[in-house]
């Protein structure tokens, strides 16, 4: 199994000078573990893998601290696995085989790799990003209403509850959270996935009736 395949393929190219050089830091949230044990990066640490030849092959597992979660590995220049949140495998030796690909565009891509090989010290990038737990929740707070949407009264001994309605804009998916305790003027929502989230409330009186829905507000969960 080979993870970012292209950039694989460049760390191969440069086994033909000093061998590839692959710098894992492991931010404040999390460590960073290696499948052979060798290459482990403790949390707040930046750690060099040496990559020397084609039999190198171990796998990278992000390890989030309490209170952390691993959302995924960094994306940018020279970066292995970015945007992926599995483990990384870093294995060039199945690219041995590359330029005499039937793929011309993978021919011409390792061709055009040769060409940038003029900085045998080029480094390539392994990096988790981790989020705090904290930080994946929105708590949501309103008032209890007193008046229905004709303007009459409305006494607290017939309020009965109130609707959450949460909608996400990248999964598309949509849930309803009934408060049944109609005191209740606060609630945490945890445990959110990165995307971004409309929140909108709804009372409920005792005849079911529903109110209208609150101003949306919105939190982008990264």
């Known amino acids: 199994m080979i993870k970012c395949t292209k950039l694989v393929g460049i760390c191969l190219l440069l ?3 000093h061998g590839c050089k692959v710098q894992v830091s492991a931010p404040a949230g999390g460590s960073v573990i290696s499948g052979s044990g060798n290459h482990n990066c403790a949390s707040g640490r930046t750690c060099l893998v040496n990559v020397p030849g084609f039999g190198f092959s171990d796998t990278f597992t992000a390890v989030p601290k309490a209170g952390y979660v691993f959302t995924g590995w960094a994306t940018g220049h ?3 696995c970015a945007g992926e949140t599995g483990s990384c495998v870093i294995n060039p030796g199945p690219v ?3 330029e005499s690909s039937d793929n011309s565009s993978l021919v011409k891509f390792y061709r055009d790799m040769r ?3 003029a900085d045998p010290q080029a480094i390539f990038y392994l990096r988790p990003v981790f989020s705090s737990e904290a930080s994946r929740s929105a708590t949501l707070s309103w008032s209890v209403p007193t008046t229905r949407a004709n303007g009459s009264a409305l006494a607290f ?3 009965a509850g109130y609707e959450i309605y949460i909608t ?3 999964s598309g998916t949509s849930k309803v959270i009934e408060i049944k305790n109609p005191q209740k003027i606060s609630h945490n929502v945890s445990d959110l996935s990165p995307d971004t989230y409309h929140f909108a409330v709804s009372a409920l009186d005792t005849n079911g009736l529903v109110s209208e829905l609150s101003a949306v ?3 982008t969960i990264r």
């Open 157 to 159: 001994g017939e309020l």
């Open 15 to 17: 086994l033909s000078l």
């Open 115 to 117: 060409r940038m090989l």
């Open 78 to 80: 020279r970066h292995f």
């Open 96 to 98: 041995a085989s590359l």
């Open 168 to 170: 996400t804009e990248k």
């Open 217 to 219: 507000v919105t939190k």
